[in-house]
Structures are given as structure tokens and as C-alpha cells.
């Protein structure tokens, strides 16, 4: 076994910036670090494959990494078998989701991340599915999976794009921070509330925020703990 | 057959507003009309089902009608059986719907308010029960009901607490209106928005936006229409 090599963004767009642009050197020296030249892209959270894999290619290519989709291959489960590095992008989770599972990749993906220390990165929807289940994710349920359990390559679950309450708002629709408490009123698993512009970055047994603001972790019958920038936060992994 | 009565709102709260207190007048007439005095009230949506009910009373009972908790029934489908009239309230879509298939209790409830014409009062997860499937809506999925499809009391979906785009957001977050293009993206089913403060009246083959705003209409394929309050929506039972 190998150790797991896993990069969670919260997104893959942050004001102000170009596609992926705001994590470029996060990326880069997780790539570069595990030796990693090819990606081969999962396109599924979004309907067009051939365009989203375009677009991340024009990026990815521009920083010096090949890029391929795994929806051009014929056989995806040896694909998987056969990549330097996976990326899942993000897009809506049940559909990415669904997907997986439709096509039989879950046991591919896991077992190549776990037990061969295959490097994967998830943005949005694709860190999603890397943790336990899908619960807490924001998309919208336009399919149904299933299950809403995931590719469980971390023992708990995100929440990804984080938001904080708007003090100034009209609106009654649920907080964020209140759909995760109703998680928790089912759900023993912690969350991590992940802001745009922060990922988790997971090697081995050790697991670091990094990005530009505070992770706000929820644990059931817990008050919610903010994190720093740099926070190490390990314990999640066990 | 009797002519089915069905009053959809968008929310129980809305903002400068006590609990259901927007829609009272709304609630009143539409009771009044078909002549109920007794509500038989489903709290599934929420984790405390007396504190719910007891919330719920507290208005209703004011108004001048008795309210019953489905909950504190042993024989739940023979409550529904025997109701005057049935109100399902907000919180969790998804515990909401796996309740209602764990009790077995779609088929009692569709057939009591499709086939007897018994009054069904939603708002919020209980508006989107009450339609085709839950696919539109807003919440979290903290457990795996097994299906999205829903009591279907009327043909098509509806997004409840419809927000419009907020032009000066930093939030990378899909907005509502691209959310359910993506739900476009796989189904044909018209998405109703009804913004809060809003509601959907349906007597016998006749729909009518009431409220106070206007409601934004989602078609596969087409640009979105905007209807305001009191105008004919009944195209949509059909």
C-alpha cells in the first residue's frame, strides 16, 4: 500500500480568477511532487464531456500536464487502472454520482487511490464524491443515484463552496449552516465546511487546509470550530 | 370523483411576516371554502414532530381550526383515511419523502386528495411532495428515500423559496436558475418557481398564482416565463 495522495478543492471557480487559476500552485506542487505528468479527467458532473474536458485540457495543457477524458475511453475501468493521476471536476454531484456507479468505477477509483496511491484531485462535486457520502453536498437531486454513498477515499464529508449565513437577508430558505445541523440530527459523521479558495490536502496519514480562509468544521452535538489556514487537520482522517 | 383541492405555498415563513401568517387569508378562504374545520397535520419533514405540531396548532387553532399530529396515530393510513383535510409543513425534503415511503402512506394520501377531493395544504418540502418528485428541490440530502418521485398531485415540479440571481455575489455557487437548467438538462417536466410569499391554487382543473410576487415558469428548451399573482396556470394540470 501506498500513501494516499488526495487534493479536495472546495471549487474549481473563485472570484476573481481564471478556472482553477486561484489553486494553480496548490496543483501544481501536488502534481509535480507526486511525479505526475498525465491526468485523466472524469467529466460526468456535467452533460457535456467532450466541451468540459476542453476546457480543462486549455489549462492543464498550458501548465505542462496531459489531459484525458475518461468518457473517450472504451474501457473506463482499465483506464483507471492504467492512470498516473485521476481529476474529478466539479458540476452536479448526483449526476457525477450516478455515474460512477452506472459505469462500475467505484472500487476502480478507490482501490487506485487507496491501496496504489494514485493522486486524486476533486473540485466541488468531485470532492464530494471523494468523501463518505454525497449528504452534504448543495446540488440539486436532478437524478437518482443508488446510493448516496460515495468513493469514501476520506471517512468524512465535505461541504464544499461553504457559505456563511447572510445576516442582511430576506430570505427564509435554510442557512447552510442549518442544513448541515439536520445532517447531524441523522448523521454522526462530521463535516467539513469548506470555503471558495481552500482545499484539503491529503498525504498519508497527515491532511492540511491550505487556500486563503478558514475551514468551519461541524461535528454532531458539537459548536462548530473554526480552522486557519495551515491547521493540521489529521484527526478527520482517523 | 370529487374536484381536487390543493393549496401549494412556497414557504411558511416569510420575511416581516409571524409563522404562515403571509398566507392567512389565503389559508382561511381556501379552508373555509370546502368547508374544513379539522387539519390533520404530517410533521415528517422535521426531526421534533410535537414540537412541530405544537407550532403549527399554536396558529391554526387561533384561526378557529383543530389540528391533529399524524404522528401521535397508531394507524397513521387510517388517520389519512379519515381526514377532513391534510397539511404537510416544511424542513427536510428528503426525510420528509422517506418518511412518507417508509409509513407507506403515498398511495393513502394521493388517492384521499386525487380521488375524495380532500383539501391538501403544503409549504415548502410539503409543496414539493405534493408535486411529480421532490428533483427541484432546495435541500440537503441527509437520507436516501428510495425514489425522488412524489405524491404527484399535480403533474409537474416546482422549486419553492425560487431566489433570483443576486448580480453583486462573489459566490461561485450555481445560481438557482442554473441549477434547474441542469435538471433541464435530463427531463421535460415544467419547474414552477414560486418565490416566498407566493403560493399555487388548484380547484378542480383551474390553477392560480396567488401572493405577492410574480412566479417564474422553467421549460425544457424554452426561455423562462415570468406570470404575475392572480394569473391562470391551469395549462399546467394538463
Redesign the interface.
Known amino acids: 500500500m501506498k500513501a494516499k495522495q488526495i487534493l479536495l478543492m472546495s471549487?474549481s471557480?473563485?472570484?476573481?480568477f481564471g478556472y482553477l487559476e486561484h489553486s494553480k500552485n496548490d496543483i501544481v506542487k501536488f502534481l509535480n511532487k507526486n511525479k505526475v505528468k498525465s491526468i485523466l479527467f472524469i467529466p460526468f458532473a456535467l452533460?457535456n464531456h467532450d466541451d468540459y474536458l476542453r476546457k480543462v485540457d486549455s489549462v492543464l495543457s498550458l501548465w505542462g500536464y496531459s489531459c484525458d477524458g475518461l468518457h473517450t475511453k472504451t474501457d473506463q475501468i482499465d483506464a483507471i487502472n492504467k492512470a498516473e493521476s485521476i481529476f474529478i471536476g466539479g458540476?452536479?454531484t448526483?449526476?457525477l454520482l450516478k455515474t460512477l456507479y452506472d459505469n462500475k468505477l467505484i472500487e476502480a477509483i478507490r482501490k487506485r487511490v487507496l491501496n496504489d496511491g494514485v493522486p486524486y484531485m476533486g473540485s466541488s462535486a468531485g470532492t464530494n464524491v471523494a468523501t463518505l457520502s454525497?449528504?452534504?453536498?448543495?446540488?440539486?437531486?436532478?437524478?437518482?443515484p443508488p446510493?448516496?454513498e460515495a468513493l469514501g477515499l476520506v471517512k468524512f464529508n465535505i461541504n464544499p463552496?461553504y457559505?456563511d449565513p447572510d445576516v442582511s437577508s430576506?430570505?427564509?430558505?435554510?442557512t447552510r449552516e442549518l442544513?448541515?445541523s439536520?445532517?447531524h440530527?441523522?448523521?454522526d459523521t462530521p463535516v467539513l465546511g469548506l470555503r471558495?479558495g481552500t482545499s484539503l490536502l491529503v498525504d498519508g496519514d497527515k491532511a492540511t487546509l491550505i487556500g486563503s480562509f478558514n475551514a468551519r468544521l461541524f461535528q454532531a452535538g458539537k459548536t462548530p470550530i473554526e480552522y486557519e489556514p495551515n491547521s493540521d487537520l489529521s484527526f478527520l482522517l482517523f
Open positions: 471549487s471557480a473563485v472570484h476573481g452533460k458540476g452536479n448526483f449526476r454525497i449528504n452534504t453536498t448543495n446540488d440539486m437531486p436532478i437524478v437518482f446510493s448516496f463552496h457559505m430576506k430570505h427564509k430558505g435554510e442544513r448541515i439536520e445532517y440530527e441523522v448523521s471558495e
